[in-house]
């Protein structure tokens, strides 16, 4: 009997939703009334809009609405965050054609509840537009009349925290002729929605992966300092950093995801991206001070003023990461509708940042590869006379100079691991490819870049701690004596 492979759940799901046809009877209605597709209080729906037409209803008057989950489920805090992407269904008409990169406007509502028989309660509302990019790859005759465009997909809505069981999305499509406001659109059928949540199953490896790596790194990072205070010695700047850099990576490790199942935390994508922004300045920041510490000489070692154009440099571009990023998920807090792809100037503006983080973080590694290349050869040229000292035994030094070209190659090997995914991230994050299949490899590798910087933060602090009390000379000898 051959047992069944072990299978690790994918990081997110995908649900497909087709919106149904609402019917507002009230005409320029005031306040929100919210229609529920199905159900006992469902609304008055049609089926195609030739129905609407010959019962005189105006696209005004229907509301396409979505119930999300499907009927009989229930969302959950597990599911983290909730994306929808959009997508029409335009049937082509030769009187009615889609134009070239149409705008089209759209006035969205959510809601929420916690049982079946509770008052809807408004969570947004807003009134946005996306560009529509839609290509016929038929003739546009006659007698193809009918058949579907094919539309690209529309970023539609997130939210950072899934904090009650059921949603109802209502959609309105105005028309105003005067203004301009939907004409040219084409002739819609239909509006499907694709609902993208992460896996339960995957949520539960990754808090336990965090409540586990928590405090390793704590622990590693007591025992660390703890060893550095014993020295006769104050801690020098390497020293220092190290411990900075434990600092960020617990401060990233701590598991508040578990908070979310009891309190509503919709900013915790704001949160993730503070906790990021200080940990690749303080990771980027360390690499720098630790191959440069083993590149300068004695009068220059220990000096934090030694590095302030480098270090200054990676903490201006942070910043301004931190700072855009800042404005797209605070704006996105009070408005889940919101995207800043939409405009022609935040395209721009986004699509320039995603150019110069990704040069700049190039730019970067290849200094890094610099700089580890010089470190390599400065301790095999200072190696050189020591092998030929008969007072001092090469093998007296084997030890702290292996550890050294150890680290140096598994900086470079973080370090390039780093900069793809970091590319790779703002690509997913333009939006450009928002799919359930581009979230799950985000996700999947954000898990592995995850646990190999925990691994390499705590080799770091593991082979630099002090053991015994000849690691002063060590150090020496590793750092270029």
């Not at 997110?12 to 149904?20: F, K, N």
């Not at 010959?54 to 909730?82: D, G, L, R, T």
Request: proline share 4%; net charge positive.
């Amino acid at each position: 009997m051959v047992s069944d492979p072990i299978q690790t759940p994918s990081p997110t799901i995908a649900v497909h939703y087709l919106a149904s046809k609402c019917v507002d009877m009230v005409k320029h209605r005031q306040g929100a009334k919210w229609f529920m597709p199905w159900g006992p209080n469902q609304c008055d729906k049609i089926r195609t809009f030739d129905e609407a037409m010959a019962k005189k209803i105006e696209a005004n008057n229907i509301v396409f609405a979505v119930h999300m989950p499907m009927p009989n489920k229930e969302m959950s805090p597990w599911f983290q965050y909730m994306r929808v992407i959009l997508q029409f269904d335009i049937a082509f008409k030769v009187y009615n054609q889609t134009e070239d990169e149409v705008m089209v406007y759209f006035d969205a509502g959510l809601a929420y509840r916690d049982d079946k028989v509770s008052e809807w309660t408004e969570m947004a509302r807003s009134v946005e537009k996306r560009k529509l990019n839609c290509n016929f790859i038929a003739a546009k005759t006659v007698e193809n009349e009918g058949r579907y465009y094919e539309c690209d997909l529309l970023p539609f809505m997130e939210v950072g925290s899934v904090a009650h069981k059921y949603y109802l999305l209502n959609i309105r499509l105005p028309v105003n002729e005067r203004k301009k406001i939907n004409v040219g659109i084409g002739e819609i059928k239909d509006i499907r929605l694709v609902g993208i949540h992460q896996n339960q199953g995957f949520t539960k490896i990754w808090l336990s992966m965090k409540t586990i790596l928590t405090p390793s790194i704590l622990i590693i990072m007591i025992w660390y300092w703890r060893r550095i205070t014993l020295m006769s010695r104050p801690p020098v700047l390497l020293e220092k950093v190290i411990l900075a850099l434990g600092l960020s990576m617990t401060f990233i490790n701590i598991p508040v995801e578990w908070l979310s199942f009891c309190l509503n935390w919709t900013w915790m994508p704001l949160f993730g991206e503070i906790r990021m922004s200080i940990f690749y300045s303080t990771l980027l920041s360390f690499w720098i001070i630790f191959c440069g510490e083993h590149l300068v000489d004695q009068t220059e070692r220990n000096r934090f003023s030694v590095y302030w154009k480098q270090v200054g440099s990676i903490v201006f571009v942070s910043l301004c990461y931190f700072l855009l990023n800042m404005y797209k998920r605070g704006v996105q807090h009070t408005n889940p509708f919101y995207s800043i792809w939409v405009s022609d100037e935040g395209t721009k503006l986004s699509v320039a940042f995603i150019i110069v983080a990704g040069t700049c973080a190039c730019l970067y590694f290849f200094y890094l590869c610099y700089m580890v290349f010089r470190v390599i050869c400065n301790i095999s040229g200072r190696m050189s006379p020591l092998d030929m000292s008969k007072a001092n035994p090469h093998t007296h030094h084997e030890g702290p100079v292996f550890r050294i070209r150890f680290l140096m190659l598994a900086t470079l090997i973080c370090a390039a691991m780093t900069v793809i995914f970091f590319i790779v991230s703002q690509v997913y994050e333009s939006q450009l490819y928002w799919s359930n299949h581009w979230l799950q490899v985000n996700t999947a590798f954000f898990t592995g870049i995850y646990g190999m910087w925990n691994l390499y933060v705590f080799a770091i602090m593991f082979l630099y701690a002090p053991l015994h009390h000849n690691t002063d000379q060590k150090e020496r000898v590793a750092s270029g004596f």
